[in-house]
């Protein structure tokens, strides 16, 4: 063999090692690609917190508005004002009472489950204009976090916007053609009235007198809030409540907790 052809085999042969090594440092450059994930980002995170809300309050208003969302729920269920605990005290000094009584906590119920009917728009427009500064922290923490963080800064804004929607279905003959408010007037103004008597001023007995709208309002949000912290639990431990793309990515952080 010439030298020249040596060098020619020789060359040939490097270039051929070379390129092999070039190819394998590709593929596993392009394996190390994707195999390692694009980190998160904190938009990614912020609108990931968000989504969970807005399913979470979808799904609250869902299972709450339907006859007996409020009513059947041992927890939820809207009772008599706690000023109105003097009437169940005296119930037996008031002419059919406890049929007032019954009357007055079925429709408050009622009311409450036509009221969060409407209840989506004004949760979707608080989500949506919430600004979350650390959602790190949020999506790290607890099961409830960003419920917690939506309560905290919108709670004020929320019972303004929803108090409306409330008296509205307060007013609403719903429970066999009487609305709420004159169930309740029908029951505060027959206890009322021994509490204005004589005997009642002796048996130390005082008037009954309630903001049923502010009430009401508050026990309906509170109720709502309960509902979306279960939702945002769900997501956070079960994959398969991550029913949108950002829900999978952003909660799945939490996968490898």
Same mark, same amino acid.
Do not use: H, W
């Given at each position: 063999?010439?030298?020249?052809?040596? $060098?020619?085999?020789?060359?040939?042969?490097? %270039?051929?090692? %070379?390129?092999?090594?070039?190819?394998?440092? %590709?593929?596993?450059?392009?394996? /190390?690609?994707?195999? !390692?994930?694009? @980190?998160?980002?904190?938009?990614?995170?912020?609108?990931?917190?968000?989504?969970?809300? *807005?399913?979470g309050i979808e799904k609250a208003v869902g299972m709450l508005s339907i006859e007996n969302g409020f009513y059947n729920d041992a927890v939820l269920k809207v009772l008599? +004002? +706690?000023?109105?605990?003097?009437?169940?005290?005296?119930? $037996?000094?008031?002419?059919?009472? !406890?049929?007032?009584?019954?009357?007055?906590?079925?429709?408050?119920?009622?009311?409450?489950? *036509?009221?969060?009917?409407? @209840?989506?728009?004004?949760? &979707?427009?608080?989500?949506?204009?919430?600004?979350? @500064?650390?959602?790190?922290?949020?999506?790290?923490? @607890?099961?409830?976090?960003?419920?917690?963080?939506?309560? &905290?800064?919108?709670?004020?804004?929320? =019972?303004?916007?929803? =108090?409306? &929607?409330?008296?509205?279905?307060?007013? $609403?003959?719903l429970v066999a053609n009487v609305s709420t408010t004159e169930s309740w007037k029908s029951l505060t103004s027959a206890y009322n009235q021994v509490a204005n008597t004589p005997v009642g001023l002796i048996a130390g007995l005082k008037p009954v007198n309630v903001n049923l709208e502010q009430y009401v309002t508050? $026990?309906?949000?509170?109720?709502?809030? /309960?509902?979306?912290?279960?939702?945002? &639990?769900?997501?956070?431990?079960?994959?398969?409540?991550?029913?949108?793309?950002?829900?999978?990515?952003?909660?799945? !952080?939490?996968?490898?907790?």
């Open positions: 063999m010439t030298m020249n052809r040596m $060098k020619k085999t020789m060359f040939i042969a490097l %270039l051929a090692m %070379l390129l092999t090594s070039c190819a394998e440092l %590709l593929t596993i450059a392009n394996q /190390v690609i994707v195999t !390692q994930p694009v @980190a998160v980002s904190n938009t990614e995170n912020i609108a990931g917190l968000k989504s969970s809300l *807005d399913v008599l +004002p +706690p000023e109105a605990q003097p009437i169940v005290d005296n119930i $037996k000094l008031i002419p059919g009472g !406890q049929e007032l009584v019954n009357k007055a906590v079925l429709s408050l119920n009622r009311s409450a489950e *036509d009221a969060v009917k409407e @209840a989506t728009p004004i949760f &979707k427009k608080a989500i949506l204009s919430m600004t979350i @500064a650390d959602a790190t922290n949020i999506l790290f923490g @607890a099961d409830n976090a960003a419920t917690e963080y939506l309560r &905290k800064t919108t709670y004020s804004d929320l =019972s303004v916007a929803f =108090s409306p &929607k409330v008296k509205e279905s307060l007013g $609403k003959p508050e $026990k309906a949000l509170d109720a709502l809030f /309960v509902k979306v912290a279960e939702e945002e &639990k769900a997501i956070r431990t079960d994959p398969v409540a991550r029913i949108n793309d950002i829900l999978k990515r952003v909660f799945g !952080q939490l996968d490898k907790k």
